[in-house]
């Protein structure tokens, strides 16, 4: 599991940076010059599952009380209770070598969003002042989508992830908090258009008048 030989090119497009994160962008660049990046998904999703699942052994990866010894057995048990590729198995060893037990499941959260990045996938919190139907969204992405290309962006292969939330304050219209916060992303935004902050926009050019 080597990444000295990978070319530059199959860097990730996102840097991230944190706990795991090291880690997880070293098995993305090995997977993604092996062709492996899918299969490598499908395994990091599994297991993810499986801590998930048994949240005693995630607290005790993170245990400071615990061995780095202590730990690896831990993992040493679910890589043999699993059917991960050779990859992943290899990947799995090397957080045992380098004993970064305590942070495997950041690095598996880390590589699931390095794959976000890669696939256009822009997070995107949308408040509206009422539930709201999927016609509705699918307005309001579009729009998005035109507003950002009026602005010179490219969004040919930008996908919306849209998460929905209800604040009657708003009064009408809606607020859009979307982007990520990953360096070599599309950066975090904020668009407001809203029908009381219009009010209040209006209210405050009337005062400079008056």
């Not at 070319?7 to 070293?26: E, V």
Request: net charge positive; aromatic share 6%.
């Amino acid at each position: 599991f080597a990444t000295a030989a990978v070319p530059k090119s199959y860097l990730p497009q996102a840097r991230l940076a944190g706990p795991g994160a090291s880690m997880a962008t070293s098995l993305f660049e090995v997977a993604n010059f092996r062709g492996q990046v899918d299969k490598v998904a499908k395994d990091v999703k599994a297991l993810k599952g499986m801590l998930n699942a048994k949240p005693d052994v995630v607290k005790c990866l993170s245990r400071s009380d615990l061995t780095i010894t202590e730990k690896n057995k831990f993992i040493e048990i679910i890589r043999k209770s699993s059917k991960m590729s050779p990859l992943t198995n290899n990947f799995l060893s090397l957080v045992m070598e380098k004993k970064r037990a305590s942070t495997l499941t950041k690095s598996l959260d880390a590589f699931e969003r390095i794959i976000e990045c890669e696939g256009g996938i822009v997070p995107c919190t949308v408040t509206y002042p009422m539930v709201v139907d999927k016609e509705q969204i699918e307005f309001t992405a579009n729009r998005l989508r035109k507003i950002l290309e009026s602005k010179g962006w490219d969004t040919k292969n930008l996908k919306f992830a849209m998460r929905l939330e209800v604040d009657p304050k708003i009064m009408g219209g809606c607020k859009i908090f979307f982007g990520r916060a990953e360096v070599g992303t599309i950066g975090l935004h904020t668009l407001d258009i809203s029908l009381r902050t219009r009010l209040e926009s209006m209210v405050n050019d009337m005062k400079k008048v008056v």
